[in-house]
Structures are given as C-alpha cells and as structure tokens.
C-alpha cells in the first residue's frame, strides 16, 4: 500500500459506550503515475484536475472532488490522491462485481450467518431474515437503498462464491479500471480488519463512480429512493430507503452511494444531472456525529458546479 500523506486521530464512542482511539502517523509522499489503462475517455481523465482558479467555497471535507460526468475532467479538488478509508462506498464495487457477473434473476437463500456477521460489527442492515429466498437483483437494491451488510454478505457468499473469492474479485475490477490507490479487503467497508485496511481516494472513486454508472441496472439501483418486496413464497415482506440525503432533496441527484465509520467519517459519492450538463463528485471525512450521512458539501460542490458557465 502507497504511504498517506496525514495524521488521522480520531476519538469517538462506538456502541456499547467504548471509546475507541484511531492514531496514525503516516509520511507524506508524492502520488506516483498510475500506469496507462485503455478506458473510455471519461474514465482516463479522470484522475487529471483543471485548472479552475476558484473553488466551491465552505466544503469541510477532508478530501473532496467534483468532475465533469461526461468527459472525467476534474474541475475541482482537495488532497485529490490522498488514500483513506471511504466506508460503505465500497458498496458500489461490491454491486459493480455482481452486476458484470450477470445472472441478475438468481435466487439465493440469504445465510444464517448474516445476523451473527451484523451483530458482531455493529454493522448496517437491511434486515434480512435468514433462510429467504431473493433474487440478486433484490439483494442489490438491499445492498445499496439502505447500505445493508448483510445484504453484502449474501451476495459475497453467492457470487465468490465465498467472501474471499469475492473480495479478490473486487480487487481485480479496481486493477482492470486503473484504481491504482485503492484496495478491498472486505465487501462492505467496514473497519476490519483495520479502520484503513480498506481505501482509496478521490480521483480513484470519480473513476469507479463513472464505471458503475455506465451500467443500466446500477443507475437504476442508485437513483432509487425506496424499495418494496411484498410477501411471497419463501420471502417475507421487506421495504428499503435510501440512505442518500440528495435523493429527492437536491434537483437534478441521482445517486450514487453513503458510507460512514469512525474511521471514515462522512463520505458520499454523488452525481447529478440538470439542463444536459452531469456532475460527479467524492466527499471524504465530512464532519458529522452520527452516522446519518450530510449532504452539505455534496451539495457546495454541485452548486458550485452547475454556476459554472458552459462545463
């Protein structure tokens, strides 16, 4: 793994009411080149900023970036190549991997070891009942709309098959679509075995954003608010909501993902679309108490964006 260029100490009280102290001295390093990818030219540019003069101003996170949608441009960033861990979006790769493997209309019995695996991280959930019976395509919008580890976890078993299968193939599409700075080593995010063990940054998450975002199904999955399963055979019933705070609130948002860990602190991969001109942008470790994901600087960047004549 490439050195990090910060000092993280961050204190926070997890559940049950310990304190768990995260210190890390990490020296400052130039990023080097990623090497030369054959992608579609919005995914090749991503990692190149512009040279805006001015900036979105009052954006708090610690890394940030927005980019034009249809050609990867970056147009404005902060610590664009530093690596950090960016939680739940991991999601998105998890979904990514599923959604190339195809066979979307699968049924699978989601484990008994789902509501151990959640309880064990405090993790969230999308309150699966062991021993359903859902298609992948239902556990994709469990897995996304509501952030569901345990959504995660099926899908991981199923499609690895295996969690550690799994986990390599997620690492070998972030190889396949230049992320040189990121790398899993779990399907959720969650901080284990480490709160950095799983990272990436700015420009690598614009790129993996506009990889998923190609996809029909991911789109269709990203932009929706809420969805429902009614009772059936073999299923209980279950309705979902996002947990995108753009969704429905910003005009023009449709998608992508949240994420959240004490490590992490608030991220948020977005994108929006308005007037035939589409933005794409990453916050990082915005500040914030709970796990409950703003969407302030989502919403300075896109703002700062779409005031931008002719972008």
């Given at each position: 793994?490439?050195?990090?260029?910060?000092?993280?100490?961050?204190?926070?009280?997890?559940?049950?009411?310990?304190?768990?102290?995260?210190?890390?001295?990490?020296?400052?390093?130039?990023?080097?080149?990623?090497?030369?990818?054959?992608?579609?030219?919005?995914?090749?540019?991503?990692?190149?900023?512009?040279?805006?003069?001015?900036?979105?101003?009052?954006?708090?996170?610690?890394?940030?970036?927005?980019?034009?949608?249809?050609?990867?441009?970056?147009?404005?960033?902060?610590?664009?190549?530093?690596?950090?861990?960016?939680?739940?979006?991991?999601?998105?790769?998890?979904?990514?991997?599923?959604?190339?493997?195809?066979?979307?209309?699968?049924?699978?019995?989601?484990?008994?070891?789902?509501?151990?695996?959640?309880?064990?991280?405090?993790?969230?959930?999308?309150?699966?009942?062991?021993?359903?019976?859902?298609?992948?395509?239902?556990?994709?919008?469990?897995?996304?709309?509501?952030?569901?580890?345990?959504?995660?976890?099926?899908?991981?078993?199923?499609?690895?098959?295996?969690?550690a299968a799994f986990?390599?193939?997620?690492?070998?599409?972030?190889?396949?679509?230049?992320?040189?700075?990121?790398h899993f080593t779990?399907?959720?995010?969650?901080?284990?075995?480490?709160?950095?063990?799983?990272?990436?940054?700015?420009?690598?998450?614009?790129?993996?954003?506009?990889?998923?975002?190609?996809?029909?199904?991911?789109?269709?999955?990203?932009?929706?608010?809420?969805?429902?399963?009614?009772?059936?055979?073999?299923?209980?019933?279950?309705?979902?909501?996002?947990?995108?705070?753009?969704?429905?609130?910003?005009?023009?948002?449709?998608?992508?993902?949240?994420?959240?860990?004490?490590?992490?602190?608030?991220?948020?991969?977005?994108?929006?679309?308005?007037?035939?001109?589409?933005?794409?942008?990453?916050?990082?470790?915005?500040?914030?108490?709970?796990?409950?994901?703003?969407?302030?600087?989502?919403?300075?960047?896109?703002?700062?964006?779409?005031?931008?004549?002719?972008?």
């Amino acid at each position: 793994m490439a050195a990090r260029a910060r000092v993280a100490i961050r204190a926070t009280r997890l559940a049950g009411g310990a304190i768990l102290v995260a210190c890390m001295a990490l020296a400052a390093t130039a990023p080097s080149s990623a090497a030369s990818v054959t992608r579609p030219a919005a995914l090749a540019a991503a990692a190149a900023p512009s040279r805006v003069a001015t900036g979105p101003s009052g954006v708090q996170a610690e890394e940030a970036a927005i980019a034009n949608a249809a050609t990867g441009r970056v147009l404005w960033s902060r610590e664009l190549n530093a690596e950090r861990p960016m939680a739940s979006i991991t999601k998105v790769m998890t979904a990514l991997v599923v959604i190339r493997a195809g066979d979307l209309g699968r049924r699978i019995t989601v484990p008994s070891a789902v509501i151990g695996y959640v309880l064990s991280h405090d993790a969230s959930s999308a309150g699966l009942h062991p021993g359903d019976i859902l298609t992948a395509s239902q556990l994709l919008y469990a897995l996304m709309l509501p952030s569901g580890a345990d959504a995660g976890y099926t899908l991981a078993v199923a499609y690895g098959p295996g969690i550690a299968a799994f986990v390599a193939k997620m690492n070998a599409t972030a190889r396949a679509l230049g992320l040189t700075r990121t790398h899993f080593t779990n399907f959720d995010g969650l901080p284990y075995p480490t709160g950095y063990s799983t990272y990436s940054t700015a420009a690598n998450l614009i790129k993996l954003g506009l990889a998923a975002m190609k996809s029909a199904v991911f789109r269709s999955v990203a932009d929706r608010r809420s969805y429902r399963i009614r009772p059936g055979a073999g299923h209980h019933a279950y309705f979902w909501q996002t947990t995108n705070p753009l969704l429905g609130v910003y005009p023009g948002a449709i998608g992508i993902k949240t994420g959240w860990t004490p490590f992490a602190g608030h991220c948020l991969l977005f994108e929006a679309t308005r007037d035939g001109r589409t933005f794409i942008g990453v916050s990082l470790d915005s500040p914030g108490v709970s796990p409950t994901v703003s969407g302030a600087d989502a919403t300075r960047m896109l703002n700062w964006a779409f005031g931008l004549p002719g972008r």
